[in-house]
């Protein structure tokens, strides 16, 4: 029985799809990360001007008790003042943790991606049999399996920023390739 050339089997052609997926799966996950990246620096913006607020509010509640000439009112307005942007502060931490995980999850799909596109020039040059690239998609899948399972949730706007980039050719996929997935 002769062999078909492997770039015309299904088996190929899945692994293809997967290339696409990945590409997506990574980018959607660095999108995540851009995104509580940004998320972090206008949190962390805010805090500041809080941090003055409060630092000057304590230094007027200090010069108040200091000065005689100052009336107590005038000292528990700006002590109770500063108190309330700490408590506000303290109430609005915010956890960016899971940027790490983002970035973790998508340098994982990267992994699988350029293994792909490893198989798939393989393959191409007749490097790899089609029992062989089988076994690797099986594997791929495995790997792809556990990362579904692990990976933190993201939102739709990083789905969207994803699609995006991919639809405004920041990778080099074709047309055909997005539409076969």
Do not use: W
């Not at 293994?115 to 792809?144: F, G, H, P, V």
């Not at 949730?153 to 050719?169: M, P, R």
């Amino acid at each position: 029985m002769e062999e078909k050339n492997i770039t015309e089997s299904k088996t190929f052609e899945r692994l293809n799809q997967y290339k696409v997926d990945f590409a997506y799966s990574k980018n959607l996950f660095y999108s995540a990360t851009n995104r509580v990246n940004q998320e972090e620096k206008q949190y962390l913006k805010y805090r500041k001007y809080i941090d003055i607020a409060i630092l000057i509010f304590t230094l007027l509640s200090f010069s108040s008790a200091i000065s005689p000439n100052i009336d107590v009112l005038y000292l528990g307005i700006f002590a109770f003042i500063a108190f309330g942007l700490s408590v506000f502060q303290f109430i609005n931490i915010k956890d960016f943790s899971k940027n790490i995980e983002y970035k973790i999850t998508a340098d994982k799909y990267l992994t699988l991606h350029k293994n792909c596109k490893n198989l798939i020039t393989k393959a191409e040059d007749n490097l790899i049999s089609l029992k062989d690239l089988s076994k690797e998609i099986d594997n791929i899948q495995l790997i792809q399996n556990e990362l579904v399972e692990t990976s933190p949730k993201t939102e739709y706007c990083d789905y969207l920023e994803a699609k995006k980039q991919i639809e405004e050719g920041n990778f080099e996929y074709t047309q055909d390739e997005i539409e076969k997935t």
